[in-house]
């Protein structure tokens, strides 16, 4: 019981962290839509998640491992499916130019948002797993 509250919190910093940073996460300003969505990603990364690496652990062998994101993107649009509120939106970088070091404009479509929104996920949130251990 206790690892499943750290898991909400963990994830509920995580998804407001994206969401402030990125803007390709939408949960109408309300802390409440954002809590529901980390409980639902909690509950999901602890009973779907197995389920589909069990079904998909002949390509997950097949890919060296790459099909592990596809996993994860599932989950993500399953908590955007089950949260109504909760949406991913697509990502957008107008582009900058500093000093002569140019970055070009940046749009991705939503596959390629919920990939990246899963990927940033992992990441900030296995830091923080790292960093409480």
């Known amino acids: 019981m206790k690892s499943l509250f750290r898991s909400i ?3 509920f910093f995580t998804l407001f962290l ?8 939408y949960y109408a300003k309300s802390f409440l839509v954002l809590f529901y969505s980390a409980l ?3 509950i ?5 998640k197995p389920i589909l690496n069990l079904l998909l652990m002949p390509i997950n062998l097949l890919t060296l491992g790459a099909s592990k994101w596809l996993v994860n993107v599932i989950v993500i649009y399953l908590v955007t499916i089950f949260v109504t509120d909760f949406k991913i939106l697509s990502f957008n970088f107008p582009g900058m130019n500093l ?8 749009s991705l479509a939503f596959f ?5 929104v899963s990927f940033l996920i992992e990441v900030i949130s296995g830091f923080i797993y790292w960093l409480i251990k």
Do not use: E, H, K, Q
């Open 44 to 48: 999901f990364n602890l009973i779907v």
């Open 9 to 11: 919190f963990i994830n």
């Open 112 to 116: 390629w948002t919920l990939f990246l």
């Open 99 to 106: 000093y002569g070091f140019v970055v070009p404009p940046i």
């Open 18 to 25: 994206i969401s402030s940073t990125t803007g390709s996460i």
């Open 40 to 42: 639902s990603l909690s």
